[in-house]
């Protein structure tokens, strides 16, 4: 089965630093990676997902950016973070079924 | 355009008492249907999900959800609910394109 790891658990940065955030898929290749953001009381909004190496597709409009730079690999970026980024993110992976899995979530909390 | 409606923000429940979580969604055309429970802080864990086939389907935990075509439902249920049930409910569509649409949840507060 397959495992989703994140990292770091929780992360408090001042407006306009960068932003790095990891996931990394155990237990499978070649998986469906996704970036969600979860904000209180509006579900998760799907910020990102890559069907493979270096293949991103965006979903929304804004102020961060995904890379995949190895197969079970899934980076989330930004350059200038904002007030707004504030959030719980989400990575997910499926292969070969439709069902997400998910993985244990990042707090981000921009001051 | 896909949506999944969960009507109840809130949902509060005595242990040992049943339970349904309402969702309405909203595909084109056959549906795969998933409930997703998140303690606080925590990912989402997949308790449920539909394809095809029988419309009432078991998930872990003593769950159980119906797919109802003809009312765009797949209500979650659970005959007796034990505090540690005490979470956020999510309800989920999805489709042949591998993407899935969430709804806003569903927190469930258990009385003792």
């Known amino acids: 089965s397959q495992t989703i790891h994140q990292w770091p658990a929780t992360l408090v940065q001042p407006v306009g630093s960068p932003l790095s955030l990891e996931c990394t898929v155990e237990?499978?290749?070649?998986?469906?990676l996704y970036w969600y953001r979860q904000a209180a009381g509006r579900g998760l909004q799907l910020l990102f997902y890559?069907?493979?190496?270096?293949?991103i597709s965006s979903e929304v409009p804004q102020n961060l950016s995904a890379s995949r730079p190895q197969d079970r690999q899934f980076i989330l970026s930004s350059k200038k973070l904002l007030l707004s980024d504030s959030g719980f993110y989400l990575c997910?992976?499926?292969?070969?079924?439709?069902?997400?899995?998910f993985g244990p979530g990042t707090r981000l909390t921009v001051t | 355009a896909q949506s999944v409606t969960q009507p109840d923000i809130h949902i509060t429940v005595s242990e040992g008492a049943s339970l349904e979580l309402r969702c309405n969604y909203s595909?084109?055309?056959?549906?795969?249907l998933f409930w997703y429970v998140q303690s606080p802080g925590q990912g989402l864990q997949l308790l449920l999900k539909?394809?095809?086939?029988?419309?009432l389907v078991q998930g872990i935990k003593g769950f159980e959800a119906e797919f109802k075509r003809s009312q765009s439902s797949f209500n979650l249920r659970k005959p007796s609910v034990h505090w540690s049930d005490a979470a956020e409910y999510f309800c989920?569509?999805?489709?042949?394109?591998?993407?899935?649409?969430f709804g806003k949840g569903t927190r469930l507060h258990i009385l003792p």
């Open positions: 989920a569509v999805g489709g042949r394109d591998d993407k899935i649409i």
């Open positions: 539909y394809f095809s086939g029988d419309t």
């Open positions: 595909y084109g055309a056959t549906p795969y």
């Open positions: 997910a992976g499926n292969r070969g079924a439709h069902e997400q899995y």
């Open positions: 237990g499978t290749s070649n998986p469906n």
């Open positions: 890559s069907v493979g190496i270096g293949q």
